[in-house]
């Protein structure tokens, strides 16, 4: 009771700095709950809920429990260590969703002019590029970030700052090619970088015969915010990743759907469709 009591006083005397403590412990527990439910773990809210509560009761001074009630007093920090414990992964790609828009460098978010025309051309060679490397189970692996780009990973490659056409990225997908074994930056309608490196997922919800290839892939999309499209080179399936779910057997219409959506074009063009589309600046 002497918790309440302490939350009775404060309201009387500070009832702005009351309130603002609670709205500041309701944000910490509404993004706990966010976190574990977008990880698929919402039912530890059903366990930590209790330790919670029972934190609460046996940090209380009127019961007299002085070791177990200061330990549990700490009960929310203890919380927040249990959940990056359990979820490392989840949490070093929180950190580096955050980082990101540090790393990129500046010659990457400056304004480019590209019409939608040349948009729709870009989509129409990164489609037939696919679908002809899936034919020759040919292994590529496509990154297109609309905005930023992390910096490390650029350079992790060899930046070519090229038009993209499909010659050119069956050219780099070559199996006699030294770039081929990397994955390929797109921005807008240039090849930015090819042979680059890419962070691999830790998940193990992965399906065991996805390779290394679709492994990065889903990588990169789990801490960046890009689309990355894989060409298998065992059975020449097309797959694309994005936020870290990977979806397989795209054909080109499909493809092509989903790029005009990441590109942000429509189906349907207005009169101002000429107009030239220029990138934010991050």
Known sequence: MEFFDKIYNKLTTSPVACVLDVILTAFLIYGVIVFLKRN?????VWYLLPVALVGVVLSADALGFTVIGRVMSYSVVLVLIAVILLFPQEARRGLLRLASPREVHDSYTTEYNVSDEELHATIADIVRASQNMAKRNVGALIVIATQSMPEHIIDSGTKL???LSYPLLESIFNTKAPLHDGAVFVRGDRI??????????????IDKELGTRH?????????YNVTAIIVSEETGVISVAQHGVITRYYDSQMLTDHLEQVYGLKATQSNDSKKKRKSKKE
């Not at 930015?192 to 919800?205: D, E, M, R, T």
């Not at 492994?215 to 801490?223: F, L």
């Open 40 to 44: 698929n773990a919402i039912k530890l």
């Open 161 to 163: 700052d090229a038009v």
């Open 192 to 205: 930015v970088a090819a042979g680059c490196f890419l962070p691999l997922s830790q998940s193990n919800a």
């Open 215 to 223: 492994r990065a892939a889903i990588g990169v999309t789990e801490n």
